[in-house]
């Protein structure tokens, strides 16, 4: 299972590559709100932060816009992915991007058969949003389900990048999918890292050692 970071915060993108558990970034128009100055420029660091894919998403709704963004946006860096909302120009856009060799992240996917067309229009990757469909009084992860099941019948190569995850128990039920890629807010990714009886093992462990070493107090490892 692949990780990103759903976030433009370079200060949280850097946490986490530096703990090695990043393959890649997710942003979205209102994350890069949530960010102080020029959003070229946060783009520009994230993209260089990043070994592995960055998705930034175009803004326009029509073909010729959409194209045009992403031709520019794809001149941030060699790793970037257009995201294209799922919408039909979005998908006419996909297969042209296709075609001049950019890859591209169809957003806002809120049904298995919206991915069966996103891959079938050439997506490298499709996010849907399980959360959304939560909140939406919908199981999300079913979804989830569907698609990995369909995409393995007919050996589609597009990504399944679960996106609008809200807890950590979204994660387990993604891999236990086969998801290809979970997007996680820091505040996700934080909560799967911690655990109260790794603090406590710890904090006993340093204070058993404490006593070693006024037992002993030349040792040295
Ligand atoms: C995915 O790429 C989106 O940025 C994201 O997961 C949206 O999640 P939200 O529903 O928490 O906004």
Redesign the pocket.
């Known amino acids: 299972m692949k990780i990103f970071l ?1 976030s433009a915060n370079i200060e949280s993108i850097k946490k986490y590559n530096d703990m090695g558990i990043l393959d890649g970034v ?3 128009p ?2 890069l709100s949530k960010e102080k100055g020029d959003p070229r420029d946060v783009m520009n660091e994230i993209v260089r932060t990043i070994r592995g894919p960055v ?1 930034l998403e175009v803004i326009g709704t029509d073909y010729e816009v959409m194209m045009d963004e992403a031709h520019k946006l794809k001149k941030y860096g060699q790793n970037v992915v257009v ?1 294209v909302p799922m919408i039909p120009a979005g998908l006419r856009a996909v297969r042209s991007l296709k075609e001049d060799g950019i890859p591209t ?1 169809v ?1 806002l996917v809120f049904s298995s058969n919206q991915a069966i067309l996103a891959a079938k229009a050439g997506a490298a990757y499709i ?1 849907p ?1 399980i ?2 469909l939560d ?1 939406n009084g919908q199981d999300g992860i079913n979804i989830i389900r569907e698609i990995g099941q369909i995409f393995s019948n007919y050996k589609f190569e597009t990504e399944i ?1 679960v ?4 807890h950590p128990l979204h994660v387990i039920e993604a891999g236990k999918c086969g998801a290809d890629i979970v ?1 996680l ?1 820091p505040d996700i990714l934080h909560k799967m890292l911690m655990h109260p009886l790794t603090d406590v093992g710890l904090s006993n462990f340093i204070s058993d050692w404490k006593k070693v070493r006024d037992m002993n107090p030349d040792l040295v490892f």
């Open positions: 759903d997710t942003t979205n209102t994350l998705s995201k992240n957003t996010s949003f959360g959304r909140d990048l996106a609008s995850i809200r997007t807010p």
